[in-house]
């Protein structure tokens, strides 16, 4: 399986971007996607979750109302749209495959498949 993301860069505080996640290597319809991110010295964190079919998704608190994740089974493809970005928010995503339709835990074990990630920063 393998999960390529695009879309991260500079931005100033604000802004808006949408990162995506090309998956291939398995059915991509049949598993929930993820988002985590990791900031420089801190650990890699969740961000979002999208059930198989996109009816159930999940925030961290942190992000609710200002990211939005979503998925195209037919592109093979999650996205994650950013808006109202803000300094905190720079780190490296990650693209999370999971081992079930649902997401069933907001841990990272609960994930068998990661991205290379993409740099996302975000100026004051």
């Known amino acids: 399986v393998q999960l390529v993301e695009s879309g991260g860069g500079l931005v100033q505080a604000g802004g808006s971007l949408r990162l995506s996640c090309v998956a291939s290597g398995r059915t991509f319809s049949n598993y929930g996607m993820g988002w985590f991110r990791q900031a420089p010295g801190k650990e890699r964190e969740f961000v979002a979750a999208?059930?198989?079919?996109?009816?159930?998704?999940y925030y961290t608190d942190s992000v609710k109302g200002r990211f939005t994740i979503s998925r195209d089974n037919a592109k093979n493809t999650v996205y994650l749209q950013m808006k109202s970005l803000k300094p905190e928010d720079t780190a490296v995503y990650y693209c999370?495959?999971?081992?079930?339709?649902?997401?069933?835990?907001?841990?990272?074990?609960?994930?068998?498949?990661w991205g290379q990630g993409t740099q996302v920063t975000v100026s004051s």
């Open positions: 999370a495959g999971g081992s079930y339709g649902y997401v069933t835990s907001m841990d990272d074990r609960a994930f068998d498949y």
């Open positions: 999208i059930s198989y079919s996109g009816n159930t998704i």
